[in-house]
């Protein structure tokens, strides 16, 4: 299935963006920051008939703090959000896996992301969400740019835009994979572009999004791009 991350509708309310998605697919991830924060509305999704994945908050939430208050706050931020996906029935939620500040606060950050690992198992058993950790993009502050980090039980959202910045998205493909953001970039920063507007081959991995049963998130920055986004993907045979 293919979804439209609400992101490309960031200027929109929540129900303006929903009702956009839903002329067009099936599937929508709600990233909830700014105009689409569902701690403050998410009686709209209701509203909608669209199948619902969410993306936790990411300013404010830092599950690899080395603050342990901070990161505490994170953790129950994490919780309140996994209810609310339970409130509108979407099955997996997105969540970052941290940042540090300084180079040599990074194994310190791991370390407290470690600690974070088993209580986001509980709280996705808890609440019946599938919680997937991002692999994250060529920024020096991010933890989880390189496939061999460790997610402990939870599941793995493939970013296969973030992974370009790295260079790695071949090595991230051997990874047990149980969601997609899909955009494109020529390599060096985060651009979200729509696939074949970057450099990113994906004549060689259509066959492993066509043949993947997990959600895929189109993850654009305007309505314009993500429409582009479900034409080149559909060329691709992928629905």
Not at 168 to 175: H, V, W
Request: net charge negative; aromatic share 10%; glycine share 6%.
């Amino acid at each position: 299935m293919i979804g439209i991350s609400s992101f490309a509708y960031h200027d929109l309310s929540l129900g303006e963006a929903l009702q956009n998605i839903e002329h067009v697919v099936n599937c929508a991830e709600i990233f909830s920051e700014g105009r689409h924060d569902l701690f403050r509305q998410d009686e709209i999704a209701f509203s909608y008939d669209l199948k619902y994945t969410v993306h936790a908050p990411s300013t404010d939430l830092n599950l690899a703090s080395i603050r342990e208050p901070i990161r505490n706050a994170a953790l129950q931020l994490v919780e309140d959000m996994a209810g609310v996906c339970n409130e509108i029935d979407a099955e997996v939620m997105v969540v970052h896996p941290g940042y540090f500040p300084f180079a040599y606060d990074r194994d310190f950050a791991f370390n407290a992301f470690q600690k974070s690992l088993p209580v986001l198992e509980r709280i996705g058993e808890d609440a019946g969400v599938r919680i997937c950790v991002e692999n994250m993009p060529k920024w020096e502050c991010f933890l989880f740019r390189k496939p061999d980090f460790e997610i402990g039980a939870n599941d793995f959202v493939l970013d296969i835009g973030h992974a370009n910045t790295m260079g790695n998205l071949e090595a991230f493909l051997e990874r047990e994979i149980s969601h997609f953001h899909i955009h494109d970039n020529h390599g060096d920063n985060d651009e979200h572009l729509p696939p074949g507007e970057g450099n990113i081959d994906f004549s060689a991995i259509q066959g492993l999004l066509r043949q993947n049963n997990s959600i895929k998130i189109i993850e654009n920055k305007s309505a314009e791009d993500a429409l582009q986004s479900i034409s080149a993907l559909k060329n691709m045979g992928i629905k």
